[in-house]
C-alpha cells in the first residue's frame, strides 16, 4: 500500500503517521493537513492540503502516485456545533472531494472514520452496526452521510471503502480537537498539572471510549482484512464504557488528592444523552479479528504515567485544550 493520510496533525493521525510509516515504511505513507506548523514536525514526504479545495487534492495525488487514502480530516462534535458552517464545508464537500478526486485517479481503498455521533435519542443502547442513526449535531450528521456515501461509491464504483464507528478516543501524545469526549482526556492532564478538574457532564454520564492503541491497531486491521470476509462497509468498536464518576474514581486511585468536581455544560451534556452508552462491535469481532486489549483500569495507569513523564520533562505545558464552550 501507498497510503496518502488527510487531517494528518489531528489527535488520530499524529499518531497514526508514525505507527503505519514504521509498518509499511516511511515512503509509502504520505502526511497532508492544513496546518503548516504542524505538519512540519514530520519528516518527508508530506503537503499543505486543504481538503475543500479539489484541484490540490488532484495535484497532491497525481504526485505522490498513491493507491490507498486514510481520509481523518473532519470537524468534531463540540466544534462543529459552535461553527456548523465549517463543519459543513469540510465534513461533507471536503468528503465529496476525496471520493470524487479518488474515483478520477482510479484510487481503489479508502478508510473513513465514522463515530458514535451517528447515533441519536432514537437508538437503542448498545446498538449493532444497522440500526436507527437520526443524530442532532452537524458532526453526526456528516458522519452519516459519509457512510451512505461510501456505501454508494463502493456499490456504484467499486472503490472499497472501509471505516470504523469510533467512540471517544482517549490517548496523552496529543489532544483531542473539539469531540464532547474530550473530558475523558482533559480530566486526566488536569489531574496530573493542577490535582483537580471540573467535569462538563453529571457524574452519571457513561459513553462508549477507546484507548489510541486500540485505535491504530483497529484501523491498520481493518485496512488489511480480506475483503471478500468484509459484510458491512461501516463497523461498530468498543474499547470501554465508563461514566465520569468511574473515570474520576480511577484517577483518584492513582493520585489520591485528586479533587473532581462536576458542572454540566447544557449543550455538551445534551449530546452526550443522545448517545448510547455501549456499543455492540460483535460482527468486526467475527469479520475481521477486532479484540481490544485495553481496559479502565489499564488505560488510566498508561495515561498518568506518561503525561507524569511529559510534566518532568517540561512538556507538559506546551499541551492546551481548546474550550469551545467557555
Request: proline share 6%; aromatic share 12%; with cysteine.
Amino acid at each position: 500500500m501507498k497510503i496518502l493520510v488527510t487531517g494528518a496533525c489531528g489527535q488520530i493521525g499524529s499518531e497514526l503517521i508514525p505507527y503505519l510509516r514504521e509498518r509499511y515504511g516511511r515512503e509509502n505513507v504520505i502526511a497532508t493537513d492544513i496546518d503548516l506548523e504542524k505538519l512540519r514536525g514530520f519528516e518527508e514526504p508530506k503537503y499543505y492540503l486543504d481538503i475543500t479545495d479539489r484541484e490540490q487534492i488532484d495535484k497532491v495525488i497525481e504526485e505522490t502516485n498513491i493507491d490507498t487514502i486514510i481520509h481523518l480530516a473532519a470537524i468534531l462534535s463540540a466544534k462543529g456545533e459552535r461553527n456548523p458552517d465549517l463543519a459543513w464545508r469540510v465534513n461533507v464537500l471536503g468528503l465529496h472531494n476525496i471520493l470524487e478526486s479518488a474515483r478520477e485517479h482510479s484510487i481503489k481503498k479508502i478508510f473513513i472514520p465514522s463515530s458514535i455521533a451517528v447515533f441519536g435519542p432514537e437508538t437503542p443502547d448498545n446498538p449493532g452496526d444497522i440500526t436507527i442513526m437520526r443524530p442532532k449535531t452537524l458532526y453526526g450528521i456528516s458522519k452519516v452521510l459519509a457512510e451512505l456515501l461510501g456505501e454508494y461509491y463502493f456499490y456504484k464504483y467499486d472503490i472499497d471503502i472501509r471505516g470504523l464507528r469510533l467512540p471517544g478516543v482517549i490517548s496523552w501524545k496529543n489532544p483531542p480537537g473539539g469531540g464532547t469526549t474530550d473530558y475523558a482526556v482533559e480530566a486526566f492532564f488536569e489531574a496530573v498539572r493542577r490535582g483537580e478538574y471540573v467535569f462538563w457532564v453529571r457524574p452519571d454520564t457513561t459513553l462508549p471510549m477507546i484507548y489510541m492503541p486500540d485505535v491504530l491497531r483497529a484501523i491498520t486491521q481493518l485496512l488489511e482484512a480480506n475483503r471478500n470476509k468484509l459484510t458491512l462497509r461501516f463497523y461498530n468498536v468498543q474499547g470501554m464504557s465508563f461514566s465520569a464518576q468511574e473515570l474520576a474514581d480511577v484517577i483518584k486511585k492513582y493520585i489520591p488528592n485528586f479533587k473532581a468536581s462536576f458542572d454540566p455544560d447544557p449543550l455538551r451534556q445534551r449530546i452526550a444523552d443522545s448517545w448510547p452508552k455501549r456499543i455492540d462491535d460483535s460482527m468486526a469481532r467475527k469479520d475481521w479479528g477486532w479484540r481490544p486489549e485495553w481496559g479502565l483500569e489499564e488505560m488510566a495507569h498508561d495515561m498518568i504515567v506518561n503525561i507524569r513523564r511529559l510534566l518532568i520533562r517540561g512538556e507538559l505545558e506546551n499541551i492546551s485544550f481548546k474550550k469551545y464552550f467557555y
